[in-house]
């Protein structure tokens, strides 16, 4: 299996790694630290089966990265690993193409079920997108 990993912040990457590994074992792993480098890595490995993606990417403003990824990879279950943990971003995202939402103050267990549940064909939807869902 290989799951992309885009991320700025190394730590996350580190973090993310481990998650990803105790979730699926020995995978492979591609690491960028923009959408730009994530995209030349795919062009050599060729898509992968998983994607983590921040949406604080630099040079990216808001859902435009998951809207650049999902357009050229519309087939790879997209989660992203976020610090914004507002409502209204978490279904905006999941309306936008994201098979899943893990907000980065998420335990470690959380993570892995989460992205078993997107790999198994579902959607993660953490419980902080129901709030202020009135």
């Not at 979730?23 to 480098?37: M, P, Q, W």
């Not at 998983?50 to 357009?71: I, M, N, T, V």
């Not at 980065?104 to 902080?128: D, I, N, R």
Request: aromatic share 6%.
């Amino acid at each position: 299996m290989d799951i992309l990993i885009v991320d700025d912040e190394p730590v996350i990457h580190e973090i993310l790694n481990a998650v990803v590994r105790r979730a699926f074992g020995e995978v492979k792993v591609i690491e960028a630290r923009d959408l730009d480098s994530a995209f030349e890595s795919l062009a050599h490995h060729g898509a992968p089966e998983l994607a983590l993606l921040d949406l604080g990417l630099p040079g990216q403003r808001g859902l435009e990265a998951l809207k650049r990824f999902r357009w050229k990879f519309p087939h790879v279950p997209v989660v992203v690993v976020s610090a914004n943990e507002d409502p209204k971003a978490i279904r905006l995202a999941l309306a936008t193409g994201a098979r899943g939402y893990i907000p980065k103050t998420s335990t470690s267990f959380v993570m892995v079920k989460a992205l078993e549940e997107v790999a198994g064909g579902g959607t993660y939807v953490p419980p902080q997108a129901t709030e202020g869902n009135a």
